[in-house]
């Protein structure tokens, strides 16, 4: 089992920065991939940015791409999310999940199989 704990989220302004982390309980080794959704009212969950743990290969959504970026402390066994030049329409609800499968892409939800609790995230105009 794969624990997840969250935080860094709250509210921000239309041109600043928050930064999000994720702490992981399962040593890191056991992780193939880790990645940032969110979920804005109303909408679907949605993959901001995905990062292999081994390799640190990275893929962004193109709505965050240039402002935002996914990174990892392999002895922490964390991953972060530095947000930066943040909109209005980056408000939602922020989760960190955890694949430990080889198998299949990191870019869908269905891949992961661990999820943290989620981490409100609030921009104001």
């Known amino acids: 089992q794969v624990q997840l704990v969250e935080s860094g989220g709250g509210l921000g302004q239309a041109g600043g920065s928050l930064r999000l982390s994720c702490a992981a309980s399962?040593?890191?080794?056991?992780?193939?991939?880790m990645g940032w959704f969110r979920q804005a009212p109303g909408k679907e969950r949605e993959l901001v940015a995905a990062i292999r743990w081994s390799g640190g290969i990275t893929y962004y959504a193109d709505s965050v791409k240039g402002r935002f970026t996914i990174s990892r402390d392999n002895a922490k066994n964390t991953v972060y999310l530095q947000m930066n030049s943040l909109k209005p329409e980056d408000t939602a609800v922020y989760y960190c999940a955890a694949k430990q499968s080889t198998v299949g892409t990191m870019l869908v939800a269905a891949a992961y199989g661990y999820w943290g609790q989620g981490t409100q995230v609030t921009v104001s105009s």
């Open positions: 399962e040593l890191a080794f056991s992780i193939y991939a």
